[in-house]
């Protein structure tokens, strides 16, 4: 059999143990922390979903298989870090591909030791045993919480006179997802790459939109440019012609594209496991109406509010709150709310135009893990952290709003690092000025 190479994830070795020995200095000599990896699971009938590893098993260990799990018995003298793998296979890889096998588990991935998988059972109760505190994520993988409990039931039959078996289970989410937060020089640069992954889709795709065409067309430019680089959709894009923009998870991306609409489009790209998650908004036939030029121009000064404000030392909500007020102080000129300033914002009079939440952790996941609020207060940003700045006013047709407004619906997305001075906008290659935008499409 050949050996299996270790996939290319664009994150060294070296990393990856890094983040284990913090993880196990975090969690410390008492402790046992499990992972498995994700499922397989089935679209319909046999066919199966295409595999994704679970982010934070892959974080952990950077191991791409299914059927695995990860453990780390930190201080254990014969081996901290241990696999549980598939075996190889001949049989099943002329069928499915290769694997790494318990062999590969050591030589590629950094294990003390590994074993095959069918051999769980016999081996993690040992391991649990005497271990005070066993980490491990209820709930997210369910059909293997059993397992878990059933090992730990057994760990505790070995060692029934022992004073220290009384086990406390414990989610490793939050040790590990703090972590994950601060984006490694390597992270940084993955996000960066799926970032112009996104910029040279959507640049694509304005290309291609004309009256006419059919938002299942526009996702198909996406498609293209994205598997070309060896990405794929990182969530199932919004592709959102006239009213469907203000149906915030509008996915549906059948309709046709009509002379006069603005086009939502909000797509981003997963390439070596990184998100980028980006939406611009434009005129399908490459002129905005006065209407959605003004609503859109609002947005535009609320995003690029929100920007200047993901600086290190602000905290979590400034780009919130600097996007809240612009959009507020641009409905009330646009006729859209009335009232004074201050008392429009602290009732959230803006909701019923604006939603949504100005932005979310960005990195792994394209909804990142990280908490937002730590002690009852705003997290304050610090270099590494990566989010999205996505403003929008969305405006349903109602009776008391202009008809000239109805049906406009505008995000504009971009993905933003926090850094030791300015904001880096990793998507900043991709043009949203209004004029700018018109000259490009019209140009085309
Ligand atoms: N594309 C999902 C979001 O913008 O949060
Ligand atoms: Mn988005
Ligand atoms: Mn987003």
Redesign the pocket.
Known sequence: MNAVPAPRSGIERDEFSRRRRQLMRIIGREAIAILPSAPVRYRNGSVEYAYRQDSRFLYVTGFTEPEAVAVLVPGRPQGEYLLFVRERDPLRESWDGGRAGPEGAVAHYGADDAFPITDIDEILPGLMEGRARIHYSMGVHTEFDPKVLGWAHGSRGHSRHDARVAQEFLSLDHVLDDLRLYKSRAEQSRLRRAAAIAVAAHRRAMRFVRPGCMEYQVMAEFAHEFRVHNAEFA?QPIIAGGAHACVMHYRNNDARLNDGELLLV?A?CEHQFYAS?V?RTYPVNGRFTPEQRAVYEVVLAAQLAAIDKVRAGNHWNDPHEAAVRVITQGLIRLGLLKGRLQTLIKEGAYQSFFGHRTG?WLGLD??DVGDYRVGGAWRVLEPGMAL?V?PGIYIRPERGTPRAFWNIGVRI?DDVLVTQGEPEVLSAGLIKDAEEIERWMQAK
């Open positions: 969530y909000d981003g998650d939406t979310h394209v909804h999205t996505e997305e």
